[in-house]
C-alpha cells in the first residue's frame, strides 16, 4: 500500500498500478533465477530440482497426500473407504465451504432460479415394515438365548451397492448395507438361535460426523446389553470389479474383510483383544468358507472399538458389487460369527464356575475417552501410521502376528 500511495501522490495513477508492480517483481525474480540456470548456478539449479521431486512424491506416488495436507478438516474422517475416491473428497469439501447443496434438489434449485423461490411443505413418507425384504421382528417362536450375544449397526448407513441402486450411497437414508444386516441378525437368530440387536438408524446424514452419530448407538449397546460378546458396525469397501468378488466353493461372492482400531493416535490400551477377536473370526470364516474373508486391517482410528472389546468393523463387498452378493456374504458371515460366539458363551460358563471370569471396569472406557472427541473422525493414513509396518494381514496365520 505504500508503493501504491507513492505513485498516487506523485502521478496520480490509478488502481492498476499493484498489479503491474507485482507483475514486474515477478518476472525480475524469474530473471534472475533463469540467470542463475544459464550461468550454472547450483542454488536455482538444486531449488527447481527439490521442487520437482516434492511435487512427484505428493502428486503422482500418492495424491491422497496432498490432499490431506492442504484439507486437514479431511483428516478427521475416521473411515476407511473415504480417501479411496480424492476428487469425490475435493468435491465435497468445496461445496461444504461455498455453501452449495450438491443435493439433486439443490442442483435443480441452482439451474432453475425460480424454484429457489419456492418453499414446499415437507412430506413425511413411512414405510410399511411388511413391504420389506428382511423384516426387523425375526425372533418370533425362536428359542434364542435369554441374553443379547450380538449387537449390530452401521456407521455409514447410507452405504449402498451400485450394481442394485445404481449409486453407491444414499445420503441420509438406509442403504444397502443396512440389508446386510438384517440378514446377519436374521441368520443368527434363526439359524443359531442367538439373539441379537440391531440398529438402523441413520448415522451419516452429516457424513464428518458418522462416527461421533454411531458412537452415541454403540455405547448404549453395551450399557443396554451388558453380557453382549460382539459388536459389528457393518460396512462396504470401495474397489474395482475384479476386486469385488471371490470365489467360495465355486460360487462369485462379495469378499468379506475387516479393520481394527489401534492407540495410535487416541488412548486404546486394549485394541490388541478386538485384533484377537477380529483375527479369530477370520480364521472361522476362511475354515468353513474358503477365501471369503481377504483380510484383517490395523489402521490408526478407533473406530468406537475402544467401547467393547468384541466391538469390530466388517466390510461386505465393496460399491462394485450386487446387494444380492452381499446379501450372500452375510449369511456367510453369520454362520461363522455364530460358532464364534458359541465358543465364547462355552468359556464364560467355564469361568463362571471357575469364579474367574474377568469384568472390564467402565472407568477403563472412560480413560480412554479423555482425549478431544473430534481426534476420533481422524482418516487412516497408512504412510502416516505407527503400525505401518503391518497395516494389513492375510486371514491366514492371523493371531500369530499380535
Not at 114 to 142: M, R
Not at 226 to 248: F, K, W, Y
Not at 351 to 377: H, T, V
Request: net charge negative; hydrophobic share 40%; charged share 25%.
Amino acid at each position: 500500500m505504500r508503493i501504491y500511495r507513492c505513485y498516487r501522490g506523485a502521478g496520480g495513477k490509478s488502481k492498476g498500478t499493484v498489479p503491474f508492480l507485482f507483475i514486474l517483481l515477478l518476472g525480475i525474480f524469474w530473471t534472475v533465477f533463469l540467470s542463475g540456470l544459464r550461468l550454472e548456478i547450483e542454488t536455482p539449479r538444486r531449488m527447481l530440482a527439490n521442487s520437482a521431486d516434492w511435487l512427484i512424491n505428493r502428486v503422482f506416488q500418492d495424491p491422497r497426500e496432498m490432499i490431506l495436507a492442504t484439507m486437514p478438516a479431511l483428516a478427521w474422517q475416521d473411515t476407511p473407504e473415504e480417501m479411496e475416491s480424492p476428487g469425490r473428497a475435493l468435491v465435497s469439501w468445496l461445496a461444504g465451504i461455498a455453501r452449495v447443496d450438491m443435493s439433486p434438489a439443490g442442483i435443480l434449485r441452482a439451474q432453475m432460479p425460480l424454484l429457489g423461490h419456492l418453499d414446499p411443505q415437507e412430506v413425511s413418507v413411512t414405510v410399511d415394515s411388511s413391504t420389506q425384504e428382511l423384516p426387523n421382528d425375526l425372533h418370533i417362536g425362536q428359542n434364542l438365548s435369554q441374553e443379547v450375544l450380538v449387537g449390530i449397526y452401521t456407521t455409514h448407513t447410507g452405504e449402498t451397492y451400485s450394481l442394485t441402486d445404481g449409486t453407491d450411497r444414499l445420503t441420509g437414508k438406509q442403504g444397502g448395507v443396512v440389508k446386510v444386516a438384517r440378514a446377519v441378525q436374521k441368520a443368527l437368530e434363526e439359524k443359531h438361535a442367538i439373539r441379537t440387536v440391531l440398529s438402523d438408524k441413520v448415522h451419516d446424514a452429516r457424513y464428518a460426523t458418522s462416527y461421533l452419530e454411531s458412537k452415541k448407538t454403540a455405547a448404549a449397546l453395551v450399557e443396554k446389553y451388558p453380557q453382549m460378546i460382539a459388536m459389528v458396525d457393518i460396512h462396504r469397501d470401495a474397489g474395482t470389479r475384479e476386486q469385488s468378488l471371490v470365489e467360495v466353493k465355486g460360487e462369485k461372492v462379495a469378499p468379506v474383510s475387516m479393520i481394527v482400531g489401534s492407540d495410535a493416535r487416541m488412548p486404546f490400551p486394549n485394541w490388541k483383544e478386538n485384533y484377537r477377536f477380529a483375527c479369530r473370526l477370520a480364521a472361522e470364516i476362511n475354515e468353513m468358507y474358503p477365501g471369503l474373508c481377504t483380510r484383517v486391517t490395523v489402521k490408526d482410528g478407533r473406530f468406537n472399538q475402544y467401547l467393547h472389546p468384541g466391538a469390530i468393523l466388517v466390510e461386505v463387498g465393496t460399491n462394485n458389487n450386487s446387494l444380492e452378493e452381499a446379501l450372500t456374504s452375510g449369511e456367510m458371515l453369520a454362520d461363522a460369527l455364530a460358532k464364534l460366539v458359541q465358543e465364547e458363551v462355552k468359556i464364560r460358563q467355564t469361568l463362571q464356575k471357575q469364579g474367574d471370569l474377568p469384568e472390564r471396569k467402565q472407568g477403563d472406557i472412560q480413560n480412554q475417552e479423555s482425549g478431544e472427541e473430534n481426534l476420533d473422525q481422524e482418516e487412516v493414513n497408512p504412510s502416516a501410521s505407527p503400525l505401518k509396518t503391518q497395516p494389513e494381514i492375510p486371514a491366514k496365520g492371523l493371531e500369530e502376528n499380535v
